[in-house]
């Protein structure tokens, strides 16, 4: 059974850090891995969407990187912003018949502070 | 365009009343997706339909949950004879096709609080 596992499980920041937020999954046949955000009482937003056969993806100033064969990925975020303050997912979608199910982490809830 | 849409945003439901959950799927999107999300967790699967078929729904936890989407649009997560263990926001979410390549955007979530 996959199991994402994600760290920190809390970060506290200073406004203008760069900083990562990390993913781990044990089963490294994934089809594609994707980044959420998630604010409090609201629902998920997708940030990024990194296909199996892809390494990384940018949008902004976030770069999300994928190491399929040692089953990690990691979010940077570059400058953070008090905005970015939110509870960021990652999830991976299995291979085989079940590839549209997603397996999520528990999350980070990351804090910019001004 | 519209995104994923999810009524009622929020329900409180006594132990032992049937609730009905309603999702919105971005139109012409053909795969819809249920998860619960347990506070402090990340979302749990539940279903998956393409169109109006009910492909898998291996994540759903009894049956007493049954989902529905009868025209290939609208979906109903239904709860019968509630507990206090279903209390957890769940989401719906739409791709515009089936498989894995195509995102999943979610709607806003219903949070369920069972008494």
């Known amino acids: 059974k996959q199991e994402v596992t994600q760290i920190p499980a809390a970060l506290s920041v200073p406004e203008g850090e760069n900083l990562v937020l990390n993913c781990s999954f044990t089963?490294?046949?994934?089809?594609?891995l994707q980044w959420f955000r998630q604010d409090p009482g609201k629902g998920l937003t997708s940030l990024l969407l990194?296909?199996?056969?892809?390494r990384e993806q940018t949008s902004g100033r976030l770069n999300a990187s994928l190491d399929k064969s040692s089953g990690r990925s990691t979010l940077y975020i570059a400058a953070s912003q008090p905005g970015d303050s939110a509870t960021y997912l990652c999830?991976?979608?299995?291979?085989?018949?079940?590839?549209?199910?997603?397996?999520f982490g528990k999350g980070t809830l990351l804090t910019v502070n001004p | 365009g519209a995104g994923v849409s999810q009524s009622p945003r929020y329900k409180v439901a006594k132990r032992g009343q049937d609730v009905a959950l309603r999702c919105d799927p971005i139109?012409?999107?053909?795969?819809l997706f249920w998860y619960q999300q347990a506070l402090g967790q990340g979302p749990e699967f539940l279903t998956y339909?393409?169109?109006?078929?009910?492909?898998?729904k291996s994540g759903l936890p009894s049956d007493r949950f049954f989902a529905e989407r009868p025209e290939g649009s609208v979906s109903t997560l239904k709860i019968q004879r509630t507990q206090q263990e279903d209390s957890a926001v769940y989401l719906c979410?739409?791709?515009?096709?089936?498989?894995?390549?195509?995102?999943?955007?979610f709607g806003p979530g219903t949070r369920l609080t069972v008494l």
């Open positions: 979410a739409s791709s515009l096709q089936q498989g894995a390549i195509n995102e999943q955007f």
């Open positions: 089963d490294s046949a994934i089809y594609n």
């Open positions: 990194i296909q199996s056969s892809q």
């Open positions: 999830a991976v979608s299995g291979s085989g018949g079940s590839n549209y199910k997603l397996t």
């Open positions: 139109s012409g999107h053909v795969s």
């Open positions: 339909f393409q169109n109006e078929a009910q492909l898998d």
